[in-house]
């Protein structure tokens, strides 16, 4: 039976021809890729698939009854074709941007975890020697940069730059 009947029922014809536009529309969208990540693709696929085959039953496999027709699928073909015009935008934006360039090896220069990665730049000038003798007495903690060495029976204090150190609060007199 073909429920395809503009002069019959054309609210559900146009729902049935707009399901299989929409369903195809997804499908090309996840095949084609269109900048989208896998993810999206994946569900673009089955959506459009789902679309398809719902449109499939409605037109060819209905034999007619109680049909519940939701506007608000339509809105996914429509946020898809966004996301992917979206994708499409920034990556030839990316493609069109100029490279920083990179700076050279400077061994003097403060970390910075942000900098692009360097495959040109020089080895660093003093490598770590386990052998090479360390700062203080053999057994002694060594202190951070910049703290007071070790001194046995005072408090410990916490370290500037240890953001989970808390202060020692004063002790108060007993009394």
Known sequence: MNNLDFSANPLLSWYIVLLALSGAIMLVLGVVGAGQKVGLRILSILFGV????????????????????????????????VASVKAI?????????????VAPYNPNAP?????????????????????????????????PQGAAPYQPGAPAQPVADNP????????QPAG
Request: aromatic letters at 16%; a positive charge.
């Open 50 to 81: 789902g679309f398809l085959g719902y449109a499939y039953y409605l037109a060819f496999v209905f034999q007619g009854g109680e049909v519940i027709i939701f506007f608000k699928v339509f809105i996914l073909p429509v946020g898809m074709i």
């Open 164 to 171: 989970y150190a808390q202060p020692q609060p004063p002790q």
């Open 111 to 143: 970390y910075n975890p942000n900098a692009p990665y360097n495959p040109n730049a020089a080895a660093p000038q003093s490598a770590f020697n386990p052998n090479a003798p360390q700062a203080g007495q053999p057994g002694q903690p060594v202190p």
């Open 89 to 101: 935008v920034e990556r030839s934006n990316a493609k069109k941007a100029p490279t920083p360039p």
